[in-house]
Structures are given as structure tokens and as C-alpha cells.
């Protein structure tokens, strides 16, 4: 368009139009009239009274055209769902959007210029409507759609709406700046959906992990057809195959599906504006694995109860104060003289991507001699590899850039920053060591109860279940841990981000309400270190499983904050906590309860075949797994055993009594003897008895145990009393056995002398040569040559598929 006939057209517009009149029908505006920005009046509303399309305040004196959902403070604070001129902002003053008699739809700046236009002619009459789904459409007299904001999405996706090849989501710049961000949600050139991070100096694919094949996150390349839509149940689906379910599923009046400024795909929902939004669906529970969010040279650290935080590499200063999306910067001046430089290493540190090279079978020497050559390098992380197992290799990954940066404990591998030899970066960093602990109970304490309850076989916790399994257990997502999170309930999104915890059903119950639910705490079903566990019906009917703690012996300020870490873990091989009660001197805990009760009670009673078996260890293993990775080891669960492992209707199992590590004695924190204990003899790994470090790796070696007793039946970690009964000679010599077992190496005859008789003739030869391998490796003395949770699953899920078991 021409410059002359553009100002024609404004002129036009201004001459002819008459102004949007309020008599009319509000979701519409007729042909030759226009929208201004200074009336506040002058918006548009959908008949059912959810949507708004008009003039939207983004900064000083600067306006963007959109639609919002309704909300009586609007247009100041709304959740926009689309905007026209995101990039643009038009002048606060005599800026419109006028439907031009010609059919074309523009956005006039300042009553100068056309900073939008929907470029549409047409010789009938058109009018643009506002439709209850939040679509505003230039339609004609007919009913034929010209144009409709449906088909060019922001950030935001409504139920209803297609997203398209050609098209994207694109995220805002920040929670107050809602011009484009860098995260897009699109389908790739191979017609799957992705998550790209899209800096402005570098690109990364987010979601799915970028060393899955598609296959293996559950995705299609063969289907072409590139479309993507959710209703409003929350059902989403998608030509990829990407298919996944709101947690709250059902009929809910609005929900939106959204690519966050930080980076993060969200599906929300609230009943109405009188209700917040609630996250019921989101690709990452741990903000740390979102590309970019501490920026170039900054580090991401996790912190449940705090959320999100960024700090910058030793010797590196915030480039913009109030904007970590654009990282750090050097506070030295980089030399590129091999003598003048060398390294800050930081501990369990990753810096994904940006790798110049990767030299496998590189020494720490050769790598740090290879990057001080090198004046490109800023640095190098030093991993070692997860190859076939138990192998791992070091790898030396030299960086042109520092970005993606986290810390986890389970990341076996260092960052070494290069920093000037001058300097003292080192100094004070990094400030807080991650904290890993696993006090509470007493091992006096545990022992007594555990050699007490031998007998009837059954120790701790037992929680039972209700079938009560949400439509969301029943259908299954995607093949790899990571995607199994099926957050029903996701509280998971970090305070600090903002958002509502999810509400739905986490609640705080009153005692009285506990009482009653209980009749008076009158039947147990189970009675653990920490704890009497009742079994009780909530007013809404449903059957919960109240455990009621001795030895809470904090404050309900800091209860209620690790009640509120514990409620936000969500995963389906994790039991649910519903809510708590902390009234006066009581705490209590409710969890969903389990029908089938728990794994050592099955074993004992026999009730188990093989596939039960199977399906109890792998999905035992994804949730451990998520426990660790997701929560970066804030909670380890430190007391995994067969009486911890409970299962569902379907005998799918479910991990509970995680997390209680970090609820009871929190003053034993900071006491480096560990005089109380949790856990449980037998399945406590060796370095934990002998008082050193304790890391995840405890956990995994308590998983090893319960395959083994899985497999064969047997109570391994059983205490027996008298040390020289045959019994525990037995147990000892089949222990040695198992041990000199290697993956391969033994005949088919002698692995079923060790399966359980009760779990029938039907067994798989191979998966269980896998599962004793699997545990095997888990019980190694040395704890680092123990797998990780992740790679368990792994294993178990991709045994003949080793060359993908890298990168982990
Ligand atoms: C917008 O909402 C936030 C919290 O929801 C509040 O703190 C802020 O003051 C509101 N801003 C305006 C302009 O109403
Ligand atoms: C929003 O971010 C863009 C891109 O960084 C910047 O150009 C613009 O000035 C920002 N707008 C406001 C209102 O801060
Ligand atoms: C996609 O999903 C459908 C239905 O669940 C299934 O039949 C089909 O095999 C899947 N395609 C691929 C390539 O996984
Ligand atoms: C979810 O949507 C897909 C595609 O529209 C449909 O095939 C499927 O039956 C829906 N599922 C439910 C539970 O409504
Ligand atoms: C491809 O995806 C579309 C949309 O989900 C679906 O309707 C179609 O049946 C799929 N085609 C094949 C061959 O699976
Ligand atoms: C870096 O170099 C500049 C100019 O060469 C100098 O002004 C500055 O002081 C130097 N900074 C440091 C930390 O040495
Ligand atoms: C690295 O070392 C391992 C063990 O020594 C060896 O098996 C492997 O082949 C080596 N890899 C390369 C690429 O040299």
C-alpha cells in the first residue's frame, strides 16, 4: 500500500466512520465504523459475556488492540488471549480500528498511520463480531468468515481453536511486556510439536527432550496433517500424537492453553472471573529445565519453597537488573593467552548446548589444556556418560557459551568456568551447598517396631486405596518418565512465578472435620515411624488415608510450608496427598487411600503374577525417578521398601511416605552426626550406616533391594534375630549367589531357581534378567556406581535400545 492512499484511507476513515455507537449490539461492529482508543466505552463483548476485544493498555501512553477475558477491572490487569499489534503499540491518543466500507479492518496509529490491517476486501457488506469462543471474525452478510483472530494466535490458545502449520505460539517478552518472547510453541519441519526456545543469539528445542527419538516421546512423524486442538473439557490432542488431559477434565466455562513468558506451556482454567486461574496441565514441573531462563552466563537453582532463582557464574555481574532473560556479563576482561587463564569448577553443574566439540576418553588435563587453547572456549563441562552398563565414559563438552546452566545433585558431571588467573571469582561460591538429609524417625526406634511387626509382615505405612483412579490415570500420555507426569492436580508451578496453586482438592481440613472423618480415629490400617495411619471418609465420600504424625514437633508456619512442597509433588506412581490439618498441638495428613494395600502385603499373601510384578518395579522406578529429577533431590525419600510401595485397583503402583524426611525434626538438620535416622535397616545403604554423605543414591540401593525381593519373594533386608539360624544362612547364601550373578552370564536354569514359585510359569526370561540386573546394579556398595532413578527406568523401559541411554 502506497503512502498517499494509506493517509486516503485514514482520512477516509476518520471522515466516515461514525464512531462505534453502545446502542448497537455490543459483540458487534457494522461496516464504517470504528473503535477509539480514548472511549473507554468503545469495546466490543461477546454475547455470552466471557470475551472483550478493544483497546488494551500495555505501557505509558501505548495501546495494543486485543481480546481479554471479561473481568470487571478490565482493560488494566485481564489475561489477554490475543492481541493484533503486540509489537506495535499504538498512541493513546486518537489511535482506531475502523471497518472500512472497501471490508478491510485496520488499526491506525496516532490517526497517521496503518500499523495493522486484516488486508481484506469484499463487495457485500462485512461485519466483525466478537463470538462467545473468543474469536473475533470479519464475517459477511452470508456468514462467510474473511478473516478471524483465530488464525494468527499469540501467545494463547482457546478451547476450540486450531493450532496449524504456519503457525505459532509465541510467548511474551515478560509478564509486563507483552510484545514477542522467545519460546515458541509450533510443529517442526518433521510434523512434530515442539517447544523452542528462540533466543536472540541461539536456538533450542525444549520438549520433547531433544535426545528422544519422536517415537520415544510418545510422538508420529508420519502423520502431516499438523493440527493441534483442545475443547473444553481440557482433552487436547494432536496429529503428532501428542495427546494429554487438563487435571481438573470435565466441563469447565474457561480455559486457555499458553506459552508463559517464562517459557512454560500451561494449560489454565477457572470457573469464572471470580475465580483465579489454575495451572491444570504444564510441560515442566522444574523451571530449571526451561532454556534460557538465567540467560547467558547466569545459573538456575530450584528450590521448592522459593521457586526459581538465577545467579550468575563466579566473576560474571547481571547485565540488566531487572531483566534475567538477558543474563550476565564478565566483570574481566577475557584474555586469550593459555597462562593468563584458568577454571572455577562448580560441582554438579550442567550448561546445556553451545558445545564446540565433544572429545570422549578426554582426561580433566587434556580437557582444561583443550580450552585454554582455545580463545573461543568460555568454558567446559567435564560428564561422564552413561554408555552400556555399568560403563561410563567422561566426556569433555568445551563451550563457546555458558547458557542453560542448573544445578542438580544427580548431575555427574562439573562446569568449569574459565576466569582470569588474577582473579578471586572463587572465592565465596557457591554460597549454599544443597542440602540433602534424610533425619527423622530413629533408627532405635525404627528397628524396635520393625523386628516387632515382623511377623505379620507388614512394617510401616499401610495405606489403602480407593478405585477412585481419575480419567487421567486411565490414559496414558507419552512412553518416557518425564512424560508420565500426569499432574491431575498441578500445584506444581512455582510460587515465585505467580501463579495459583492449584486449589482442586489439596485443602486444609479442621480437626473436628478429621475426627469425624475417622469416627474418632477408629480403625487403623497402619502404623509407621512416623506415624498412625487411619482410614477415613471425607464429606465429599471420598475414602482417604489419615496419618496422624507423633513428632511434628515445629511450627505451623514451617509445617504448612513443607506441606506445601509435599502437595505439589504430583505423579502418578506417587501416592496423592489430599490435604493436612494443623490445628493446635495435631498434624495430620491425608492421602488418597489404596485399595490392593501395599507390595510386602501382596508378596506375603502371594496375590502377585508376573506382569503385576513388572509393572509395580517400573512404575515404582518412575516415580522414585521423579521424586529425584523433578525435585532436584530436595526430596529423597529415604525410607523406600515394600511397605512404602502401594497399589491401586489396577496394581499400579504408587510410592508414599516421601517427603516426610524434610516434615519431622528439622532442628537434626544441622546436625552433621545424624543421631536420628529414617529408614530401614536392611534396605539402608552401606554409606549411610557408616555416616557418610547421603545422596539419591540411598534411595536406589533401597530400590535394588525391593526388585530382588520382588523377583524372588524373599525377605532380603529381613532382620533376622539369630544371627546363626539356618534361616539367615539361607538368606545370606542367596544374597552371594545373586551378587556373583552377571548380566548374561548365567544360564536360564539357574535364574528361575531364584524366582518366586508364586508368580507362576508364565514369566518373561528376559525381563527378569533385566530386573536382576537392574537391581544388581543398584546394590553396589560403591554408591557411584549405582544407576541413577532415571536411568533405572531407562533400562527397564528401553533395554534393547542402550545407544539412547546417553545423556542422561
Ligand atoms: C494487577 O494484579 C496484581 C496482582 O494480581 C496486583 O498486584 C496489581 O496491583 C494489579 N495492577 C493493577 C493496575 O490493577
Ligand atoms: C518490551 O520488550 C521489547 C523487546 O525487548 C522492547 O523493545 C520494548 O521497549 C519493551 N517494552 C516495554 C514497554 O518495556
Ligand atoms: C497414534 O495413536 C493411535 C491411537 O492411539 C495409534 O493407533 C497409532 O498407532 C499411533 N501412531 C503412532 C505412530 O504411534
Ligand atoms: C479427546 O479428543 C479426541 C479428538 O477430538 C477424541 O477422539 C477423544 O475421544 C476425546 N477423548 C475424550 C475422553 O473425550
Ligand atoms: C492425522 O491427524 C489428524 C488430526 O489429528 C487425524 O484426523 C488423522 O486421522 C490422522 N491421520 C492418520 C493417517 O493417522
Ligand atoms: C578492562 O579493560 C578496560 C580497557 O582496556 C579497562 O578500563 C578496565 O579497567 C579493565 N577491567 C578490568 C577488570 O581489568
Ligand atoms: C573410551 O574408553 C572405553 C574404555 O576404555 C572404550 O571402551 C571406548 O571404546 C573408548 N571410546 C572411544 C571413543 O575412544
Known sequence: MSAPYRLLLVLSTLIISPPFSSSTSHDTLGEGSRLAVKNPDHVLVSANNVFSAGFYPVGDNAYCFGIWFNDPSCPHNCTLVWMANRDIPVNGRRSTLSLLKTGNLVLTDAGKTVVWSTDTSSSSSLSLRLLNSGNLVLVTEEGVVMWQSFDSPTDTLLPGQLLTRDMRLVSSRSRSNFSSGFYKLTFDDDNVLRLIYDGPDLSSVMWPDHWLRSFQAGRTEYNSSRIAVFDSYGNFTSSDNLTFYSSDYGAIRQRRLTVDFDGNLRMYSRHDWRSSWVVSWQVFAHPCKIHGTCGPNGMCKYIPSIGRTCSCLPGFKMKDLTDWSLGCEPEFNASCAPTDSTFHRLSHTESYGYDIQFYINYTLDMCKELCLQRCDCKGFVFKYIFQNYPDYIPYCLPKSQLLNGYRSPNFRGDLYVKVPKTSEFSNDWPANEIKLDCSAGGVEHLNRKYEKSQGNGSITILLWFVSAVGILEALGMVSVWFFMIRTRQNRVAARSQGYVLAGTGFKRFTYAEMRKATRNFREEIGRGASGIVYKGMLDDHRVAAIKRLDDANEGEAEFLAEISIIGKINHMNLIEMWGYCAEGKHRLLVYEYMEHGSLAA?????????????????????????????????????????????????????????????????GDLDNPSFSRIRGTRGYMAP???RKQSITSKVDVYSFGVVVLETVTGKNLAMQVKNADSKEEADRRKLLEEIRDMK???????????????????DFDITKVKTLLRVALNCVKQDKNSRPTMSQVVQMLLYQKDDDQQQNL
Open 687 to 689: 554409606e549411610w550406616l
Open 743 to 761: 548380566y548374561g552370564g548365567v544360564s536360564d536354569a539357574l535364574i528361575k531357581q531364584f524366582v518366586d514359585p508364586d508368580m507362576g510359569p
Open 602 to 666: 501382596n508378596l506375603s499373601s502371594k496375590t502377585l503374577d508376573w506382569k503385576k510384578r513388572y509393572q509395580i518395579v517400573v512404575g515404582a522406578a518412575k516415580g522414585l525417578a521423579y521424586l529425584h529429577e523433578e525435585c532436584l533431590e530436595w526430596v529423597l525419600h529415604c525410607d523406600v521398601k515394600p511397605q512404602n510401595i502401594l497399589l491401586d485397583s489396577t496394581f499400579q503402583p504408587k510410592v508414599s511416605d516421601f517427603g516426610l524426611s524434610r516434615l519431622l525434626n528439622r
